[in-house]
């Protein structure tokens, strides 16, 4: 494969990575969230638990909530400029430990692409800004 083709099949999956975060459905997401809710709110009346609160996500440097204790490695990533996006959201949740070493987050993560998408929807939702 010459160097254009290289770039454009790089181009290409780039831009399938940033499709599929986007194709979730909020209701399945909310199923899958289920998985989560033991360490992390969302929603209205959401508060800090185990997890910081995953209200207003997309947007926000990572390890930002304030009175949430992170890990080192998340507060490192954030300062370093990690930002959640659908996309940073959709590799993360796949294997946070990998994703963040050192992070303190326990849940081993969801290898199925339509959940990780289903979930993004859901909490696309909770998102003000």
Same mark, same amino acid.
């Given at each position: 494969?010459?160097? +254009? ?5 790089? &181009? &290409? ?5 940033? $499709?599929?975060?986007? *194709?979730? *459905?909020?209701?399945?997401?909310? /199923?899958?969230? @289920?998985?989560? =809710? ?10 800090? =638990?185990?997890? +910081?609160?995953?209200?207003? &996500?997309?947007? @926000? ?13 998340? &507060? ?18 796949? /294997?946070? @430990? ?9 849940? $081993?993560?969801?290898? /199925?692409?339509? *959940? @990780? =998408? /289903? ?11």
């Amino acid at each position: 494969m010459g160097k +254009p083709a290289t770039l454009a099949f790089v &181009l &290409l999956i780039g831009t399938a990575g940033a $499709a599929l975060a986007a *194709d979730g *459905d909020p209701a399945a997401g909310e /199923d899958v969230f @289920r998985k989560c =809710r033991s360490c992390h709110e969302v929603g209205p009346e959401a508060k800090t =638990r185990l997890g +910081p609160v995953l209200n207003n &996500l997309f947007g @926000r440097k990572a390890g930002t909530i304030e009175g949430f204790k992170y890990s080192a490695s998340n &507060l490192e990533k954030g300062a370093a400029g990690l930002v959640w996006t659908e996309e940073t959201l959709f590799k993360y949740l796949e /294997d946070p @430990r990998s994703y963040i070493p050192g992070t303190t987050m326990a849940f $081993a993560g969801l290898a /199925d692409e339509q *959940d @990780r =998408r /289903d979930v993004i929807a859901y909490l696309k939702q909770f998102n003000k800004k």
